[in-house]
C-alpha cells in the first residue's frame, strides 16, 4: 500500500488580503512561517520516501517544512499546481466578482462550471491533478509520500475519491492552510484515511475567514 499526505500550503498573502490566488505566485505570510513550523513537527518522526510540490512559492515552502532535517530531494511537479484563474488571478474576491456575477455564482454554488477567462476550466483541473496524483502514486509503489499543494488541488481529488465525480465538488469543504489528509493508494484504487486534519495547529494560528465576498452570503442573496 502507498501512503500519500496531502499538505496545503501555510498561509500565503492571499489567503490574508482575500485575493483570488490561483496561479499568481505570492509569498507566504509571518503567520503562514509560524504555521511552518508546527507543520515540521507533525512530521518530525514520520518515514517518508519522496515529497512532491507544486511550483509556487507558498507550496515550495510548505514542502520544505515537511522535509526538515532530512536530506532528500524535493520535487517539483508543475501538475500540481492551483487552478490558474485567468483574468481573476491576484484580484480581490469582492471587486471581481461583482463585477462578474455569472463566475461568482458557478464559484459559489456549482464550482465544477467555473470556467474564468484566460484561464483553465474547473473541469480540466480536475482530470489535470488527477492524472498527476494517480502518475506519482503509480511510481512510487508500497511507499510514503508527501505532497505539498492547494486547496482547490485537494478539493478536486476529495470530489474524486469520495464522491467519485466532479459535480459534487461543492459538497468538499475547504481544507485550511497545513491542513493535513491522508490517501492510501493499493490496487489502483485510492481511499481516503483522513481530510482536513489541523490538530498539528494551536487554534490561534486558524484564522476563521470567509472565503466569499460579502456580497454573497445568504442575507444579501
Known amino acids: 500500500m502507498t501512503k500519500i499526505y496531502l499538505v496545503r500550503h501555510c498561509e500565503a498573502v492571499g489567503n490574508q488580503l482575500r485575493l483570488f490566488q490561483g496561479s499568481v505566485n505570492l509569498d507566504i505570510t509571518p503567520l503562514g512561517a509560524k504555521q511552518l513550523e508546527y507543520v515540521t513537527e507533525r512530521f518530525k518522526d514520520i518515514k517518508i520516501d519522496a515529497i512532491y510540490t507544486s511550483p509556487l512559492i507558498r507550496a515550495q515552502k510548505t514542502a520544505f517544512a515537511v522535509l526538515g532535517e532530512r536530506v532528500m530531494d524535493v520535487k517539483i511537479d508543475n501538475e500540481l499546481r ?18 462578474n456575477r455569472e463566475m461568482a455564482q458557478a464559484w459559489y454554488e456549482h464550482p465544477q462550471d467555473f470556467a474564468p477567462e484566460g484561464g483553465e476550466s474547473m473541469r480540466d483541473a480536475y482530470e489535470r ?30 470530489a474524486r475519491f469520495i464522491y467519485g465525480t466532479v459535480e459534487k465538488l461543492g459538497d468538499v469543504p475547504w481544507a485550511e492552510n497545513t491542513a493535513v489528509s491522508l490517501l492510501a493508494y493499493e490496487d489502483g484504487k485510492f481511499t481516503v484515511e483522513y481530510k482536513n486534519d489541523t490538530s498539528h495547529l494551536p487554534e490561534e494560528y486558524l484564522p476563521v475567514r470567509n472565503r466569499l465576498s460579502s456580497f454573497m452570503t445568504k442575507d444579501n442573496e
Open 82 to 99: 492551483e487552478i490558474n484563474a485567468g483574468v481573476f488571478d491576484g484580484k480581490p474576491f469582492k471587486e471581481t466578482f461583482e463585477a
Open 129 to 158: 491533478i488527477y492524472k498527476a496524483v494517480k502518475k506519482i502514486a503509480d511510481e512510487n509503489r508500497d511507499k510514503t509520500v508527501v505532497l505539498a499543494i492547494h486547496g482547490g488541488v485537494i478539493r478536486c481529488l476529495m
